[in-house]
């Protein structure tokens, strides 16, 4: 038997007008709507996928992510976020994707996992040491494992 491949084309362009017009309509809101928020993850991810040779195809990764964490779908942003890191070696705001993942590790009502977040944060720290974000990295390792109280405390230490 024959089996016939349907090909379909997709237009990149229009992808990233709908990607584009998603992120200003959320920019534009004061909070979140779990309605729009969920359109904007379907085009953003649409176009990440479909024309992964355009230099904002990483930056909608983690904008993707970044609106899943805000409707709390932590496995949705985490899969976004591996994608932009695996796929983009090279991506100028790559720290910023490591970051983002350490945290969603670091938090324990998320990924809960304090050996990964600090795996993370320590890779941001070595790959990107010039970044600001190596500094970042710095001071949440510092608080792995402590609570808001104990953070505070330390907090008013310093100052």
Same mark, same amino acid.
Request: hydrophobic share 40%.
């Given at each position: 038997?024959?089996?016939?491949?349907?090909?379909?084309?997709?237009? +990149?362009?229009?992808? !990233?007008?709908?990607?584009?017009?998603?992120d200003s309509i959320l920019l534009g809101q004061i909070?979140?709507?779990? =309605?729009?928020? !969920?359109?904007?993850?379907?085009?953003?991810?649409?176009?990440?996928?479909? +024309? @992964?040779? @355009?230099?904002?195809? =990483?930056?909608?990764?983690?904008?993707?992510?970044?609106?899943?964490?805000? /409707?709390?779908?932590?496995?949705?942003?985490?899969?976004?976020?591996?994608? +932009? /890191?695996?796929?983009? =070696?090279?991506?100028? @705001?790559? =720290?910023?994707?490591?970051?983002?993942?350490?945290?969603?590790? @670091?938090?324990?009502?998320?990924?809960?996992?304090?050996?990964?977040?600090k795996a993370l944060y320590q890779k941001i720290i070595?790959?990107?040491?010039?970044?600001?974000?190596?500094?970042?990295?710095?001071?949440?390792?510092?608080?792995?494992?402590?609570s808001d109280k104990q953070i505070m405390e330390e907090? !008013?230490?310093?100052?």
């Amino acid at each position: 038997s024959k089996t016939i491949s349907k090909k379909f084309i997709v237009d +990149c362009g229009q992808l !990233k007008r709908d990607a584009i017009k998603m992120d200003s309509i959320l920019l534009g809101q004061i909070e979140v709507d779990e =309605p729009s928020a !969920k359109k904007a993850i379907v085009a953003f991810t649409e176009f990440a996928n479909y +024309c @992964d040779t @355009d230099t904002l195809s =990483p930056v909608f990764l983690i904008k993707t992510a970044q609106v899943a964490r805000v /409707i709390n779908h932590i496995p949705q942003a985490k899969t976004a976020l591996d994608q +932009c /890191i695996a796929a983009y =070696p090279h991506f100028r @705001d790559r =720290p910023a994707a490591l970051f983002l993942l350490a945290q969603l590790y @670091d938090e324990n009502t998320y990924l809960n996992n304090e050996q990964e977040a600090k795996a993370l944060y320590q890779k941001i720290i070595d790959e990107h040491p010039k970044s600001p974000w190596a500094n970042s990295a710095k001071g949440a390792i510092a608080f792995i494992g402590k609570s808001d109280k104990q953070i505070m405390e330390e907090l !008013k230490k310093k100052h």
